[in-house]
């Protein structure tokens, strides 16, 4: 999978989620959960799931904690599926 | 300093689905798990810890400038519950914030403090005039003093929550 399909795939996790329809259709790799999104902090656990069920992976705390914008959630599913 | 979180439970009962496998394993430590699986209202316990931890989270957040999910390093302990109201601690590792929990039928709300005193100089207020800093931390502008002092702001549903300490 190349990381524009990643990206997609992220966007569909993501977008039930999302209260900023014009930051979430504007979404780059720059692009925060929290402060542009304004995904609740409630939510978040909800996007690690489904993260984790969808690509067949397993986020540890560690990689949860950083888990803030679209940046390091591609990067931490990358690294995830090379180890597969 | 401050910190407080509220809850709209209509809301969250739209929102999150909080007995979806892996969620409160994700979120709460095993005592808390142990807590809320004890607990006769599951759904207000859960809530009642997250707001622990969000409000304890927004001191450590203005304390360190550290931007973190950490759900499960913000500690929860419950020392007195009755009736409606919870006083607790929050502890992230060497820090200890203190917290009180008001619970009603509609809401959840948590204010937090750095020292224990402070919990009875908790403030509401109405006044609007907020300032940001780089870090989006917010600080509530005293146009008496020409000062400016800490302020917690929480939003959620059909409530909102600005607090101070005021001594």
């Known amino acids: 999978m190349d990381k524009k399909e990643l990206i997609e795939k992220l966007k569909v996790i993501i977008k039930p989620f999302?209260?900023?329809?014009?930051?979430?259709?504007?979404?780059?790799?720059?692009?925060d959960f929290i402060k542009d999104l304004n995904i609740n902090s409630a939510n978040l656990v909800d996007i690690v799931l489904d993260i984790e069920e969808n690509f067949d992976i397993v986020i540890d705390n560690?990689?949860?904690?950083?888990?803030?914008?679209?940046k390091t959630a591609v990067e931490i599913i990358e690294t995830k599926l090379a180890a597969k | 300093?401050?910190?407080?979180?509220?809850?709209?439970?209509?809301?969250?009962?739209?929102?999150?689905?909080?007995?979806?496998?892996?969620?409160?394993?994700?979120?709460?430590?095993?005592?808390?798990?142990?807590?809320?699986?004890?607990?006769?209202?599951?759904?207000?316990?859960?809530?009642?810890?997250?707001?622990?931890?969000?409000?304890?989270?927004?001191?450590?957040?203005?304390?360190?400038?550290?931007?973190?999910?950490?759900?499960?390093?913000?500690?929860?302990?419950?020392?007195?519950?009755?009736?409606?109201?919870?006083?607790?601690?929050?502890?992230?590792?060497?820090?200890?914030?203190?917290?009180?929990?008001?619970?009603?039928?509609?809401s959840i709300y948590t204010t937090a403090v750095c020292t224990l005193a402070d919990l009875d100089h908790i403030t509401a207020v109405e006044n609007k005039n907020i300032f940001k800093d780089v870090n989006g931390i917010p600080y509530l502008y005293n146009a008496a003093a020409n000062s400016y002092q800490d302020v917690s702001i929480t939003h959620h549903?059909?409530?909102e929550k600005l607090a101070v300490i005021m001594k």
């Open chain 1, 18 to 31: 999302t209260t900023n329809t014009e930051a979430f259709n504007n979404l780059t790799e720059e692009t």
């Open chain 1, 62 to 70: 560690a990689d949860m904690e950083r888990m803030l914008d679209v």
């Open chain 2, 1 to 106: 300093m401050i910190g407080n979180d509220v809850i709209d439970l209509a809301q969250s009962r739209i929102e999150s689905r909080w007995q979806r496998r892996g969620f409160l394993e994700k979120l709460f430590t095993t005592p808390e798990q142990l807590l809320i699986k004890q607990s006769s209202e599951p759904e207000i316990m859960v809530w009642m810890l997250w707001s622990m931890k969000e409000a304890a989270y927004k001191i450590y957040n203005r304390q360190t400038k550290i931007r973190q999910y950490i759900p499960k390093k913000l500690d929860c302990t419950i020392l007195i519950q009755e009736n409606a109201q919870a006083k607790g601690l929050v502890s992230c590792g060497e820090n200890i914030y203190y917290t009180n929990t008001i619970i009603d039928k509609d």
């Open chain 2, 157 to 159: 549903g059909r409530f």
